[in-house]
C-alpha cells in the first residue's frame, strides 16, 4: 500500500461549528504532516508529527488542533474556523532518515469551505 | 518572502519537445531539492530529487540540474509527452533527513500541445 488516504474529500462547515479532516498511511512512514494550501499559492507546512510526537508546528492558529492517535493515523480538528480557512488541506507522510531527501508521500487532500 | 521562487506560473510545450521548467531559491541552506508533479483533484507525487554536493540527477526523461551558485535549479522533461501535462512544484528542505518538511514553490502549470 502506497497511498496516503484522506477523508473527507469536501468539507463545507459553518463558522461555529466542530469538525474533523482525518488521513491515515499503511507504508509504516513515522513522520506525517499537514500542509495547508490556497488557490494560485504553494503548500504551507503547517504541523509535523515524528514518532507520534509534534515536533513542529508553524504557529498554526489554536482552531486548527492536529492529533496523532497512533502511528498510521494523523487527524485535524477543527473549531470556530474563518472563512479565509478555507483551502485544500493536504496530508502527507515520509520515512524519518538520517540522510538524503526528505521524500513525502500525499494525500490528494481535503477541500475546506468555512461559510 | 518566499524562499522557493517560480516565476513562470504556466509553460505551453508543443508535445516531443523539451520542457524546462525553472526555480530558484533564496536560502543558503536547503541542501536537498525536490520536484513534484499535481493533477487536478490529486495529491502532489514525487518525481525527481538532487541534492546540493551534485549539480545533475537523471530518471528517464526526466533531468534536474542544479547551480548552486545561482540558487538556481530546472527540471527538463525530454521528450514531452500528454501525460506531463500537470502542476510542477518546486520544493526544497534543508536538511539530510529527518522530519522537517519541505519549502514549495508556487507551482508552474505545463500545457503539452499535440
Known amino acids: 500500500d502506497t497511498e496516503v488516504t484522506q477523508t473527507p474529500k469536501h468539507l463545507v462547515m459553518g463558522m461555529t461549528n466542530k469538525k474533523s479532516l482525518k488521513c491515515e498511511q499503511h507504508?509504516?512512514?513515522?513522520?506525517m504532516y499537514w500542509y495547508k494550501q490556497k488557490a494560485k499559492k504553494p503548500p504551507e507546512l503547517m504541523f509535523v508529527?515524528?514518532?507520534?510526537?509534534?515536533?513542529i508546528n508553524e504557529s498554526v492558529p489554536s482552531r486548527f488542533s492536529p492529533e496523532c492517535p497512533n502511528s498510521s493515523l494523523l487527524n485535524l480538528h477543527l473549531h470556530a474556523l474563518q472563512p479565509e480557512d478555507s483551502a485544500l488541506y493536504l496530508c502527507?507522510?515520509?520515512?524519518?532518515?538520517?540522510?538524503?531527501?526528505?521524500?513525502?508521500?500525499f494525500g490528494a487532500g481535503s477541500r475546506l469551505t468555512v461559510l | 518572502d518566499q524562499q522557493v521562487k517560480q516565476n513562470s506560473p504556466s509553460l505551453s510545450v508543443q508535445e516531443g519537445r523539451i520542457s524546462i521548467l525553472n526555480c530558484d531559491y533564496t536560502?543558503?541552506?536547503?541542501?536537498?531539492f525536490l520536484w513534484y508533479k499535481k493533477y487536478p483533484a490529486e495529491g502532489p507525487t514525487f518525481l525527481i530529487s538532487?541534492?546540493?554536493?551534485?549539480d545533475k540527477n537523471e530518471d528517464g526523461r526526466f533531468t534536474v540540474f542544479l547551480n548552486k551558485s545561482a540558487k538556481h535549479l530546472s527540471l527538463h522533461i525530454v521528450p514531452s509527452q500528454p501525460g506531463d501535462s500537470a502542476v510542477y512544484f518546486c520544493?526544497?528542505?534543508?536538511?539530510?533527513?529527518?522530519?522537517?518538511?519541505?519549502?514549495f514553490g508556487k507551482g508552474t502549470h505545463l500545457i503539452i500541445q499535440p
Open positions: 520544493a526544497a528542505s534543508d536538511s539530510g533527513g529527518g522530519a522537517d518538511g519541505l519549502t
Open positions: 508529527y515524528s514518532y507520534e510526537k509534534l515536533s
Open positions: 536560502n543558503s541552506m536547503f541542501d536537498y
Open positions: 502527507a507522510s515520509s520515512q524519518v532518515q538520517l540522510s538524503g531527501a526528505n521524500v513525502l508521500t
Open positions: 538532487i541534492s546540493s554536493i551534485k
Open positions: 507504508m509504516g512512514h513515522r513522520a
